[in-house]
């Protein structure tokens, strides 16, 4: 049984920094690129970053300079570091796991909650 775990969100001010992180379970992890993508009330969910089994990174524009992914293979972790946070940072963020062979299957966390509001 696959399961993503996401840990770490809040409520922080303006300009602070929160670290999320998803632990993988029930995956051979080393095949997986994970991600983080975020869905805003009213809005679309999006991609925010991910990561390959081989550590290339992508992020969407609007964070980068700001947010950091990175992937403990040992620990079937994937973290993002959230640096300068704005309030339209403030969204559901979910973790993200898709297989990188066929079926190229994907799976969702449950989401945690990041508010930015001073």
């Known amino acids: 049984q696959v399961q993503l775990v996401e840990s770490g969100g809040g409520l922080v001010q303006p300009g602070g920094s929160l670290r999320l992180s998803c632990a993988a379970s029930?995956?051979?992890?080393?095949?997986?690129?994970m991600g983080w993508y975020r869905q805003a009330p009213g809005k679309q969910r999006e991609l925010v970053a991910t990561?390959?089994?081989?550590?290339?990174?992508n992020y969407a524009d609007s964070v980068k300079g700001r947010f950091t992914i990175s992937r403990d293979n040992a620990m079937n972790t994937v973290y993002l570091q959230m640096d300068s946070l704005k309030p339209e940072d403030t969204a559901v963020y979910y973790c993200?796991?898709?297989?990188?062979?066929?079926?190229?299957?994907?799976?969702w966390g449950q989401g945690t909650q990041v508010t930015v509001s001073s």
């Open positions: 990561i390959t089994s081989g550590s290339s990174t």
């Open positions: 029930g995956i051979i992890y080393g095949i997986y690129t």
């Open positions: 993200n796991a898709k297989k990188e062979r066929w079926p190229f299957t994907a799976y």
